[in-house]
């Protein structure tokens, strides 16, 4: 009997304990997750990051923050992945900032969507290759670079705030992108990679080299993102689609540059740009020496005797001048085959072009006809002007774009017309080149 009852007693133990370090457990896993209120420094916030930045007036010369300044802002891109090293990256909506941390694993303390607040006093502005960034000291190898915040002192520098704060980025175009975006978070819509790149990792995951790739809007403007061999997702296929590309802006000395904090930054699924359409192409290069003479086009003067003619050798363009016409008045048209434009939209005018010792007021008109016939004398027709040219070109070659979306016919022709004179009406003898003619649509 007494046997019996030491068995039930022994039963009711094991029981006991087993539901105590069970409910131990649960209470453990339900515990909510420790939050950190405002700290006092809050109140100790007393100027901006832009106007921080804004005292680094010389690039490659360290500034001490001598002044009791203190900035908050939120990281927008931590150490997480190994793409971005030693730093994070604050921004407090009216610039961004990065802090370089002699510490790894700083997401740890600081992760992407913390606050944080931070004593400016006593570190250095100053720039890696033009982009600003904050540091604990002047670098003994190379005195035009900040150097790390000493690890024991990052906790006293960068005080914590609440985490979880949302992390929105700026939506801007690439060809707007410029260096008041430096260390901001952005999204560019409408991103994909270039096709010659689409087969590239990221980075060299195997020799843990850095690498570059190419991406672009469907204007065709693009930029690069530059990925260490280090980051987790280095050897990870770039995604072949368009979509968001979400990405910290980043300059190296005069090169736009994006870094990536991780894979899905880049996670571009959608259906890709149309392709354009090549409408008509020219390099003259495979023209003859002397006056331009190419199938389907028209090289014809209104006004004396000169006309557009090929120049140079392997690179060839076409010219006209007046100087040395010993005419009053010339004009010269230079004129496409026909284009059909109702196959296609958004079309786009691009050609190089520059201008040599400029005088007078000549003119180099770019102009389109849906009347003219195609050859011979263009007066009869009617001109429509999309742009004087002759005024914008540089004096080495450049590019130059003419948006021709307004235009519909299928039948349409463009002209180039260059108008100059080597007598005393008008004393216009500039020099125009042209070349690599491209029209495009979608």
């Known amino acids: 009997m007494r046997t019996n009852m030491f068995r039930i007693l022994f039963a009711l133990m094991v029981f006991t304990s087993v539901t105590a370090i069970t409910s131990c457990k649960k209470d453990n896993f339900d515990e909510p997750p420790i939050t950190i209120p405002e700290p006092p420094e809050k109140d100790s916030v007393n100027t901006t990051i832009a106007a921080l930045k804004a005292l680094y007036t010389t690039m490659g010369s360290p500034l001490l923050v001598t002044d009791n300044l203190w900035i908050q802002g939120?990281?927008?891109?931590?150490?997480?992945?190994?793409n971005v090293y030693k730093q994070i990256v604050i921004d407090d909506g009216t610039a961004g900032i990065s802090i370089s941390l002699d510490q790894s694993d700083s997401y740890v303390n600081y992760?992407?969507?913390?606050?944080?607040?931070?004593?400016?006093?006593?570190?250095?502005?100053?720039?890696?290759?033009?982009?600003?960034?904050?540091?604990?000291?002047?670098?003994?190898?190379?005195a035009t670079k900040t150097a790390r915040i000493a690890s024991a002192l990052i906790s006293k520098i960068i005080i914590k705030g609440p985490a979880g704060n949302t992390v929105t980025p700026i939506e801007v175009k690439i060809n707007d992108l410029n260096s008041s975006y430096q260390n901001r978070l952005i999204v560019?819509?409408?991103?994909?990679?270039?096709?010659?790149?689409?087969?590239?990792?990221?980075?060299?995951?195997?020799?843990?080299?850095?690498?570059?790739?190419?991406?672009?809007?469907?204007?065709?403007?693009?930029?690069?993102?530059?990925?260490?061999?280090?980051?987790?997702?280095?050897?990870k296929k770039v995604s072949k689609g368009?979509?968001?590309?979400?990405?910290?802006?980043?300059e190296y000395v005069s090169t736009p540059q994006l870094l990536l904090r991780s894979e899905a930054d880049a996670k571009l699924e959608g259906p890709r740009c149309p392709e354009p359409v090549t409408l008509l192409s020219e390099n003259f290069d495979a023209v003859g020496t002397g006056s331009i003479n190419i199938t389907g086009w028209v090289n014809f003067s209104t006004a004396g005797t000169k006309d557009w003619y090929s120049t140079g050798t392997t690179n060839k363009n076409a010219r006209f001048t007046a100087y040395k016409s010993y005419q009053d008045l010339n004009i010269g048209w230079l004129i496409t085959p026909a284009i059909n434009f109702d196959g296609t939209t958004n079309e786009e005018l691009n050609f190089r072009?520059?201008?040599?010792?400029?005088?007078?007021?000549?003119?180099?008109?770019?102009?389109?006809?849906?009347?003219?016939?195609g050859s011979g004398d263009p007066?009869?027709?009617?001109?429509?002007?999309?742009?004087?040219?002759?005024?914008?070109?540089?004096?080495?070659?450049?590019?130059?774009?003419?948006?021709l979306n307004i235009i519909v016919g299928t039948n349409v022709h463009i002209a180039f017309r260059y108008t100059g004179g080597y007598g005393t009406?008008?004393?216009?003898?500039?020099?125009?080149?042209?070349?690599?003619?491209?029209?495009?649509?979608?």
Do not use: H
Not at 126 to 138: H, R
Not at 242 to 250: E, F, K, P, Q, R
Not at 359 to 364: C, E, L, R
């Open 425 to 442: 009406t008008p004393e216009s003898t500039t020099q125009y080149n042209l070349d690599n003619i491209v029209i495009k649509g979608e």
């Open 379 to 403: 007066s009869s027709a009617t001109w429509t002007l999309l742009v004087d040219d002759a005024p914008l070109a540089t004096n080495s070659f450049a590019t130059a774009t003419v948006a």
């Open 242 to 250: 368009n979509g968001d590309l979400v990405a910290i802006y980043t």
């Open 111 to 142: 992760p992407v969507g913390r606050k944080v607040y931070v004593k400016c006093k006593g570190l250095y502005l100053g720039d890696y290759n033009k982009l600003i960034q904050l540091g604990g000291g002047v670098d003994p190898d190379d």
């Open 188 to 235: 560019i819509k409408n991103a994909e990679v270039v096709p010659g790149d689409t087969t590239k990792t990221y980075a060299n995951f195997a020799t843990q080299q850095a690498a570059n790739v190419t991406f672009k809007d469907c204007d065709g403007n693009t930029i690069i993102a530059r990925t260490s061999g280090f980051a987790d997702f280095a050897g």
């Open 74 to 82: 939120i990281v927008v891109a931590d150490d997480r992945t190994g």
């Open 353 to 373: 072009r520059y201008v040599y010792q400029p005088s007078g007021t000549t003119k180099m008109e770019v102009l389109y006809s849906t009347d003219y016939i």
